[in-house]
């Protein structure tokens, strides 16, 4: 497998939006589901869980457009793009996954 290219410090907080804003559908897809399946219980309910309010269908249509942007705004930065040329996209793509991970906190000692 190709190495993965040096990841520049510009594209760290691209991919933290990126997360954040798949964090932020998800979460609200799952709410959304939790509701329905409270509002209509029945297995056999399945049709009328889809349908949704039409706020609710507007908010997840925004929410997948700012997704859909800061997945474009990764693609598109110039190392990722670069990346993907050279035959080395996946490495890249996880080595910035781990430049971008949280650090754990430090077990307290006492």
């Not at 409270?38 to 925004?62: F, M, N, Y």
């Not at 990346?83 to 650090?103: I, K, Q, R």
Request: proline residues 10%; aromatic residues 4%.
């Amino acid at each position: 497998m190709p190495l993965a290219l040096p990841i520049p410090a510009d594209l760290l907080d691209p991919r933290r939006a990126r997360d954040a804003a798949w964090a932020e559908l998800n979460a609200y897809v799952d709410q959304i589901e939790a509701l329905r399946r409270e509002q209509h219980p029945d297995p056999k309910q399945t049709d009328s869980r889809a349908g949704g309010e039409p706020e609710q269908r507007e908010r997840l249509a925004e929410l997948r457009a700012a997704r859909d942007d800061a997945v474009v705004a990764v693609r598109r930065h110039p190392t990722m793009v670069r990346a993907l040329a050279e035959g080395c996209w996946a490495a890249t793509d996880t080595a910035l996954f781990h430049a971008t991970e949280p650090t754990p906190e430090p077990a307290d000692a006492g």
